[in-house]
């Protein structure tokens, strides 16, 4: 894959992207006020449906670009101290992407509620993208995998604000990919348009190497790129 546009339509995230938004709303819990306030929410979402655009541009990249805390991918480099959990030979495939679900933006005539609901939805249908983009990247390397025939493992995706990656890295997707393909901009360093966007990597394995967990305990972040850090001791 190089800068592959990968359009993902409603009909491969609505499922997951309900149940992205019962859980993220806390909707999901019984009773008649959570039902009606559901009924709601999905009724908004039919309402929304032309915002609801999700694509992606990805790019792979071999597992040799990887070395210690370094992946050097088409000579931009990113820094990651989860780069350092990988054996290089367990590696099967570095695949850097940015995605986005769409702009959700312009609702300043709906309601206070209706504006949560949509501002829900993009986040549902990031996630649902997410998962669906996960799935082409499988269907590319079990093509690659038919002559190694090799058993793999492809982790979650992780990017800047994750394992020690300074936010400031999100610049080097946009020199990385083709970002314009699918209608994304980056405003400043960190603030990418449409908001509800995301970049990252998605890192498959065959030794079975798992990510440290996303938690404080486990964090294996430096003090100066975690904003919740910043906020409790500065």
Known sequence: MKNQIIKITR????????????????????????????????????????KINIRAVVSSFPCT??????????????ECNAFQS??????????????????????????VLDQLYIDIWGTSYVEAGLSVLKWYIEQDLIEGAQQSNKDFTIL???????????????KRFFILLDSD????????????IPIKSCAGFFIAVDDGTKLPKSDCKNCRAEYKNCLFCHSVFN
């Open 156 to 170: 979650d995706h992780f990017g800047p604000g994750f394992y020690g990656m300074d936010i400031s890295q999100l």
């Open 181 to 192: 393909s699918i209608g994304v901009k980056l405003e400043s360093r960190s603030l990418m």
């Open 65 to 78: 670009a990887m070395k210690r805390n370094i992946a050097m991918l088409n000579d931009v480099m990113f």
């Open 11 to 50: 009909e491969e995230t609505d499922s997951s992207a309900a149940e992205f938004f019962m859980k993220i709303s806390g909707l999901s819990n019984i009773g008649d006020k959570n039902e009606r306030m559901l009924r709601q929410g999905i009724c908004l979402r039919d309402r929304i449906q032309d």
């Open 86 to 111: 990988f054996d290089p030979n367990g590696v099967r495939g570095i695949y850097a992407f940015i995605l986005t679900a769409g702009d959700f933006n312009n609702n300043e005539h709906a309601s």
